[in-house]
T-cell receptor
Framework: AQSVSQHNHHVILSEAASLELGCNYS??????LFWYVQYPGQHLQLLLK??????LVKGIKGFEAEFIKSKFSFNLRKPSVQWSDTAEYFC?????????????FGTGTKLQVIP | GAGVSQTPSNKVTEKGKYVELRCDPI?????LYWYRQSLGQGPEFLIY????????DSGLPNDRFFAVRPEGSVSTLKIQRTERGDSAVYLC????????????FGPGTRLTVL
């Protein structure tokens, strides 16, 4: 079974600081990788996803993530955060099993951006 | 509808009671998933439907939990003899059945068992 580890539970940054949230997964087969975001009072939204091809994936709102297969990592980055990026971020992996996606989520990282 | 909807948004019940949580997926999405998110945790998979059938219910914690999707659209998650440990946010997601299709999540139902 696959698992996901997010290293930072709570991150506090000032506006304009750079962001990198760590994510490592364990699974021996082919995976799809995701970052979801949950803004305060809102439901989970897809930020970006990796299925195949270019390991550097660009998502919405200036976020990007890089899949490094040798490190089983899929870290999320943003060069300059804004106050509106305050949210909880979840890394997720799906292993293709039985012809469908069974998503396993990390425990989440709460990002607080201080104006 | 435009997105996945779930009702009720909040449910408070007493220990031992029966509850039903409803999910209305995006029109045309044949794949439907239920997850449970406890405080401080990420969502955990409960069950997956493809059409009307439960293709994978391996995440259901015990036999008090059951889910149906009789017409391949709306799904109901049923919890019998609720326990305080069942308190969590129950999330529903739907997608097209392709292996690269994104799951779209609903707002969740916050269940509190007193």
């Amino acid at each position: 079974a696959q698992s996901v580890s997010q290293h930072n539970h709570h991150v506090i940054l000032s506006e304009a600081a750079s962001l990198e949230l760590g994510c490592n997964y364990s699974y021996g087969g082919t995976v799809n990788l995701f970052w979801y975001v949950q803004y305060p009072g809102q439901h989970l939204q897809l930020l970006l996803k990796y299925f195949s091809g270019d390991p550097l994936v660009k998502g919405i709102k200036g976020f990007e993530a890089e899949f490094i297969k040798s490190k089983f990592s899929f870290n999320l980055r943003k060069p300059s955060v804004q106050w509106s990026d305050t949210a909880e971020y979840f890394c997720a992996v799906t292993a293709i099993s039985g012809g469908y996606q069974k998503v396993t989520f990390g425990t989440g990282t709460k990002l607080q951006v201080i104006p | 509808g435009a997105g996945v909807s779930q009702t009720p948004s909040n449910k408070v019940t007493e220990k031992g009671k029966y509850v039903e949580l409803r999910c209305d997926p995006i029109s045309g999405h044949t794949a439907l998933y239920w997850y449970r998110q406890s405080l401080g945790q990420g969502p955990e998979f409960l069950i997956y439907f493809q059409g009307t059938g439960a293709a994978d219910d391996s995440g259901l914690p015990n036999d008090r939990f059951f889910a149906v999707r009789p017409e391949g659209s709306v799904s109901t998650l049923k919890i019998q003899r609720t326990e305080r440990g069942d308190s969590a946010v129950y999330l529903c997601a739907s997608s097209s059945p392709g292996l690269t299709d994104t799951q779209y999540f609903g707002p969740g139902t916050r269940l509190t068992v007193l």
